[in-house]
Each structure stands twice: as structure tokens, then as C-alpha cells.
């Protein structure tokens, strides 16, 4: 419950209204739009829309003779929301107005209305309203400027009409959805005959309940063919989509792979990554699946295609991971979800492929508690060069991801000493949208490009460390690029030098660096007896039940073998006490030199193959490179500029940057506030907050 406010004690409000839109109701003319969702589970709230060079064409209808409410929001919550919000009234009159969102009250009218009211009208059933708006309206005080990132569009709807402008009562109903707004949106075709499926599930997999997160893992053999056959997409199968967090559908790749992978189909699968996980399971590391929460699935363009079975370039066996999330720990899940795969003998021009970029999955990804941090990781040029044509590789689409806190993700191209136009980002990362991006123009990679992954993250709600690991709890900072012609590269990830890190809390010496990664150790000898014994084993066990222990796996635990040797006040020391010590992170200026040297120091850069093995040359030692930084202007509202310009970036640049963010981060809030405004009483605040809340 929240603080009762009295309101019998309003009475003469003076409010200045701008810009407000009243028009003729009446039926609106046909229009064709290119995408459609529905924004509720009631069914009650449609949106159709079309993206436009300069602006953005929306209609909404809803199951209301009300006022409606759709709005842009930086967090999905109403605070800083920009929002269009219109009704039609008694006489068929629309009323809609531009306005913006100062916190759980009544939107406020935009001195700079900047959308255009199109019509509308109101039925039986349904209120109904088009109108247009400009993607960047040029209005930084109160408008959201509207791009390719994720969108948090929120919504709302009332059964009443308003009074007047400022006088309506609360919303009955209300929600939020994170949608892309600028391009295509999944939509699965009807299949002609030559196309089939093959469902790739689990078979009645009891979940743990006695740990919050599990990877389980079980292999697939790819079903019987006559002739090479693309597979040209899928769409997920979910049975708990509150436990089943992602899916990814790996191919494996070893030599006489029959002999390594064939006895594991009739095992139910194991726990992945841990020590009881088949060594040959480390070699089924190149997906051909990436589905996480929030994506419907994907569907490839006409040309491209992933190949399957061996002989024809792609793979026979399969490994299916599915991460579970069970943060209650609840007991009883039984789950059968998986991807239903669809499947071609037409070929398509291209076989297709998948190279993963970003940051090495373990404890050297480091998020101190209760702040914004970055974290950056590498690809040089060198792994490019030696894996793809000379002609270079063409990306037609893409996912992004992190974990809880990630904010946004950046994928930025180098090539000759300048930066490309970025591709792939997203400035407003959602965790619970996880769609691919389809790229209306391919991204083209050529031998020597390099890259620089960028996650931003936001621990500001958390008292503890956050460390990379496959716990959602945990973090990650990833990119999956889908492209063709099919080549041998398929990862080319980075972490930052292992001294780096604990040097910047104050260790000057070790003696050793503990360092048991599964990437440090991808050239290993296949022992075909062990494996066959643990597969007798694993199948006299029939079904993992889930009274077998599960296995939490803690990344940290390689800090365990990191001793100081030096300063002596830190002797015997390890830096796993030390990151689990809470006063570590209350040194601001370690902290400080953490995130300098995170971002611009050493990388140990790893490029790996298909089937995981390091090429030649790797782990290699890399440092930020020097490059022309692309400077995106805003040419919308700036004409005297370009659409961009080049700055050099090195480490010392990137230092005065962060010294000029923090400048302009410390001007007075009297200069500040010199900026138009409206003027709004305190008696005027009360009145909306008490229409409103109440």
C-alpha cells in the first residue's frame, strides 16, 4: 500500500496546454502495414506499423471505448517514458497529444508536439488511432529517439474517456514488450512439399531442483538422408518457458566420428561442463541453433542454408544444450522442450555458418558490485585472415547477448587502421528479448578485420561481484554471427591477461597463475576405452531421475591456485580470498585501475575451428589497437555535420574521453537547468498524482 495522499484539498489548478490534437473521428483509409504484434496477453491490445526512411507509421487498436496509451520507455516503467496518449469522444472527435512520463502520474503535454495524428475512430468495441512520427524528433528533453536497439514499448488503456485533458482516471490495464521496431520481424512461412521437419527435444528430462541453474546436455543424430539437405530454420518448442532460458544446438566435429559419438545416443544426456561430461562432448562447439528467451526463431534467408551429415560439409552428430533456470528451486519439472528443425533437399546457393565473438566464458569477467562497468574483448585480425577466402564472408544475421545486467553490446569492425559503420548493437539490451537480428544489408568480413565486443553492465542493485559463467546469475558478453560461405572459423574470443587482474588488487608477485581453462587445454587426446566404460555407465542408469546431485559450478575456483608472494602484506594470500573478501571492493581507486586496464590492457586472444581446436599461433598475446573511431553526429538535427566523423583512438584517447565525459558529467545544475521547460506547480504535481494513483 502505498502513502495516502488527501486530494479533497485541490481546488484551482492552472495547467498550460500545447499543441493539443482534436480531429474528426471517422473510418480510417486502408493502409498495408509491414509488421503486426500484440503487446498483451488478453489479446486485447494490437499494434501494426511501418517503418519509413524518415519517420514511423503506427495504428493502435484496442478492446476499449477509452482513452489508449503507447509509449517508449527507457526501462519499461513510466518514468522518463515518451508517450503518445489519445481517445475519441462523444461526438467522434480524436484527441491525442505528444507527452512525456516524470514519474506514476499523469503523462505531461510536450511543448513540442512531434507526432502527427493520421485519424482515428471508436466502435462498439474499439478504440482505434494511426498516427506518425519522425525516428529522431530532435526534442532531447522529453522525446525517446527511436532506433535499431531493442525498443520497451509500454502501454496502457482505460475504459473511460477523460474529463479534460488532465483529469482521467487511472489505467485499468497496463504492460510492457520489448520489440525491434526497425527490422523484420519473425515470421514463419508456409513450406512448400519439398520441405520436412526433424524435432530435436528432450524425452521426459527431470530438472534439478537443488540447484537454481543446470546446463544439460544430450546428443542427436542427424536424421537419414539421401542427399545433402540445408536446414533453413526452426522455431523453438517450449514447455516451461519459465525455467528454459536458452537452447543451442551444436555440431560435433572429430575424426571417424561414428566411433566417438554413436554409443552416446542412447545415453539421456548428461550434466554439461563438469567433470562426468564425455571429453568428446568438447568438441560439439559450432552451433547451428541459437535460440534464447524471447526470440520466436528463425527462419534463413533464401540463399543460405546449414548444411548436415559430414560428407557434405556439415555435421552428423549434434549436441543439444538446454540452460535451466530454476531460481525457486522447484521441484517436479519434467520437460520435453527442444526446436523443431525445417529441413530441405532444395538447396539453397550458400552453406552457412556461425562465428561466435566476445569474451571468454569464465571468472576473468569480472562486475564489481553497485556500479556501471564495461567490459571489452577482442578478435584480431590474424584469426580472420587465416580462416575465411580472400573474397571475405558475408553476416546476414545476428544475436547478442549477456546475462541480468548487461545494458548494452556493441560489435565494432575494424579494417586498415578505421573503424566501420557499426552493424550490431544494441544501446537498450534486454534480457527477456533475445530475438536475432536480420540484417537488411550483409555485413561483409575480409581477410585482416578485427573486432572489439563492448558490453556494458549495470550492477548497481547488487552487493557482490558478478563473474563470467553459465548461470544467469552470472554473466556473459557474446555475439553470434550467422554467415556464408561456410569457412573453418568459428570462434575468436578474448580474456584479458590473468596478471592484469590481480595486480590491479594490489598483488605484485604469484606464485602461479592457476589457469585450468577448458580453452588453454582444446588440443587433448581422446581416450576411446575411458569413454566407452562411462557410457555403460551412464546407461545401466537408465534416466537421470533427478535425485542424482547436481553439480553448481563455481568459475571462481581457479583464482584458488593464484598465491601472492608479494607485497608481505598479502603473502599466501589467494586471489580467490581475495575476490570473496567484501572489502575488496570497496577500494574505489583498485577498482579504478580494474577498469582501465580491463578495457585497454593485454588480451589473450583464443581463434578456434569448428570442432574447438586452437588454430596455429593461439592463445595470443594482443593489445588495443590504434584506429580512426567512428563519431556518430546527429545530421537530423545538426545540418552543418555529417553523419559521421573519424577520431583516433588509442588507450591515451580513450582516457581523455573519460576525462571529458567527466567534465560535462559535473556542470552546475544551474547551467544545466537553463533549458526551456514547462512550468509546473506543486499543487498542479498533487492534482495529477491524486486523478491518477487513486
Not at 179 to 194: A, K, S
Not at 250 to 274: M, N
Not at 289 to 318: K, M, R
Not at 549 to 577: G, Q, R
Amino acid at each position: 500500500m502505498g502513502t495516502s495522499i488527501p486530494c479533497s484539498v485541490v481546488g484551482v489548478v492552472s495547467i498550460l496546454v500545447a499543441g493539443v490534437t482534436s480531429l474528426p473521428g471517422g473510418q480510417l483509409p486502408p493502409m498495408d502495414f509491414q509488421h503486426f504484434a500484440v503487446l498483451d496477453q488478453r489479446g486485447d491490445f494490437h499494434m501494426l506499423w511501418t517503418p519509413g526512411e524518415k519517420d514511423i507509421v503506427f495504428e493502435i487498436q484496442v478492446a476499449t471505448r477509452g482513452y489508449v496509451g503507447l509509449g517508449f520507455s527507457p526501462n519499461g516503467g513510466m518514468k522518463g517514458a515518451d508517450i503518445v496518449l489519445g481517445w475519441v469522444d462523444a461526438r467522434g472527435h480524436v484527441h491525442a497529444h505528444d507527452r512525456y512520463a516524470t514519474g506514476m502520474m499523469i503523462p505531461l503535454i510536450d511543448d513540442s508536439q512531434d507526432v502527427e495524428i493520421l485519424g482515428g475512430y471508436e466502435n462498439d468495441t474499439h478504440t482505434v488511432l494511426r498516427f506518425a512520427r519522425p525516428w529522431n524528433t530532435c526534442d532531447k528533453e522529453h522525446d525517446f529517439q527511436i532506433t535499431s536497439d531493442t525498443m520497451r514499448l509500454i502501454w496502457a488503456y482505460s475504459y473511460d474517456d477523460p474529463v479534460t485533458e488532465y483529469a482521467m482516471t487511472k489505467h485499468d490495464h497496463r504492460g510492457t514488450k520489448s520489440i525491434f521496431l526497425q527490422e523484420p520481424q519473425f515470421d514463419l512461412p508456409t513450406f512448400g512439399d519439398d520441405v520436412f521437419t526433424w524435432e530435436v527435444r528432450m524425452n521426459n528430462l527431470s530438472v534439478s531442483g537443488e540447484v537454481d541453474t543446470v546446463y544439460w546436455c544430450q546428443m542427436f543424430k542427424a536424421p537419414p538422408l539421401e542427399r545433402k539437405t540445408h536446414m533453413i530454420g526452426y522455431v523453438p518448442i517450449i514447455e516451461h518457458i519459465e525455467h528454459v532460458h536458452h537452447i543451442i544446438l551444436y555440431e560435433c566435429h572429430l575424426p571417424q566420428s561414428e566411433s566417438h559419438y554413436e554409443k552416446w545416443l542412447e545415453v539421456e544426456g548428461q550434466q554439461c561442463y563438469t567433470p562426468n561430461m564425455p571429453l568428446s562432448w568438447a568438441n560439439c562447439r559450432s552451433p547451428i541453433v541459437a535460440w534464447a528467451v524471447g526470440s520466436d526463431g528463425q527462419i534463413l534467408p533464401n540463399h543460405v542454408g546449414f548444411p548436415l551429415l559430414e560428407e557434405h560439409g556439415g555435421a552428423t552428430y549434434f549436441m543439444m544444450e538446454m540452460h535451466y533456470d530454476n531460481p525457486n528451486f522447484r521441484q517436479g519439472i519434467v520437460d520435453n522442450s527442444g526446436v523443431r528443425i525445417f529441413l530441405t533437399e532444395n538447396l539453397r546457393e550458400n552453406d552457412a555458418g556461425f562465428l561466435i565473438l566476445g569474451h571468454v566464458v569464465e571468472s576473468t569477467h569480472i562486475i564489481p558490485p553497485e556500479r556501471k562497468w564495461k567490459s571489452v574483448s577482442h578478435c584480431d585480425g590474424g584469426c580472420i585472415t587465416q580462416s575465411i577466402p580472400a573474397e571475405g564472408i558475408k553476416v546476414f544475421q545476428g544475436l547478442l547477448h549477456t546475462h541480468l545486467l548487461g545494458n548494452d553490446i556493441t560489435v565494432r569492425q575494424i579494417r586498415n587502421g578505421r573503424e566501420l559503420p557499426v552493424v550490431f548493437q544494441d544501446m537498450n539490451y534486454d534480457f527477456n528479448y533475445q530475438q536475432a537480428r536480420v540484417l537488411t544489408e550483409e555485413m561483409t568480413i575480409l581477410p585482416g578485420d578485427s573486432f572489439i565486443t563492448e558490453c556494458g553492465y549495470d550492477s548497481r542493485g547488487k552487493k557482490t561481484p558478478t563473474f563470467g559463467g553459465d548461470s544467469t546469475q552470472e554473466e556473459m558478453c557474446l555475439a553470434f554471427l550467422v554467415y556464408y560461405p561456410r569457412s573453418k572459423v568459428s570462434r575468436c574470443v578474448s580474456t584479458p591477461e590473468i596478471s592484469l587482474i590481480y595486480k590491479s588488487f594490489g598483488i605484485e608477485e604469484v606464485y602461479g597463475d592457476g589457469r585450468n581453462s577448458v580453452y588453454r587445454n582444446a588440443r587433448y587426446t581422446h581416450d576411446q576405452e575411458r569413454e566407452k566404460k562411462l557410457a555403460e555407465e551412464m546407461k545401466k542408469k537408465a534416466e537421470w531421475d533427478g535425485k542424482q546431485k547436481a553439480v553448481s559450478f563455481d568459475f571462481t575456483k581457479m583464482y584458488k591456485d593464484i598465491m601472492a608472494k608479494a607485497p608481505k602484506e598479502l603473502y599466501n594470500v589467494s586471489m580467490y580470498d581475495l575476490i570473496h573478501d567484501p572489502k575488496t571492493w570497496q577500494d574505489e581507486q583498485a577498482l579504478d585501475v580494474l577498469q582501465e586496464r580491463v578495457l585497454f590492457g593485454k588480451h589473450d586472444v583464443l581463434c578456434m575451428d569448428e570442432s574447438h581446436n586452437l588454430f596455429e599461433g593461439y592463445p595470443r598475446t594482443y593489445e588495443y589497437p590504434d584506429f580512426l573511431a567512428i563519431k556518430l553526429l546527429d545530421e537530423e538535427c545538426d545540418a552543418s555535420h555529417e553523419a559521421e566523423a573519424y577520431v583516433p583512438e588509442t588507450k591515451q584517447g580513450q582516457e581523455r574521453n573519460q576525462e571529458e565525459d567527466k567534465t560535462m558529467s559535473e556542470i552546475p545544475k544551474e547551467e544545466a537547468n537553463n533549458a526551456p521547460s514547462v512550468a509546473i506547480s506543486a499543487s498542479t504535481i498533487l492534482f495529477l498524482v491524486c486523478l491518477y494513483v487513486f
